[in-house]
């Protein structure tokens, strides 16, 4: 069981931000996501997005830090990937 974080590419807000995966569970991820006082709203359908700035912190917590193309594989690996077409 693991969580990933990949690099701070996406800008949004004013901000670069990264995504958190589990290559397990969904309950994985929620509960490490809890743990380390991510919003609810961070949560898009298989990834929370992350700020730039929680990348440490979250690493420290036990979070594998990885390239996004790594972090895509073991997403799709895991069964748990949402495929862009059947994003709303």
Not at 11 to 27: I, K, T
Not at 52 to 75: C, F, Q, T, W
């Amino acid at each position: 069981m693991t969580v990933l974080v990949d690099d701070p590419l996406w800008p949004a807000h004013g901000r670069l931000w990264a995504h958190l995966v589990s290559d397990e569970s969904l309950d994985e991820l929620h509960a490490f996501a809890i743990r380390h006082d991510l919003p609810p709203r961070a949560f898009d359908l298989d990834h929370y997005d992350v700020p730039e700035d929680s990348i440490p912190r979250l690493v420290a917590g036990g979070a594998e830090h990885v390239g996004g193309k790594e972090l895509v594989r073991r997403l799709i690996a895991s069964g748990l990937r949402i495929p862009a077409r059947d994003r709303s």
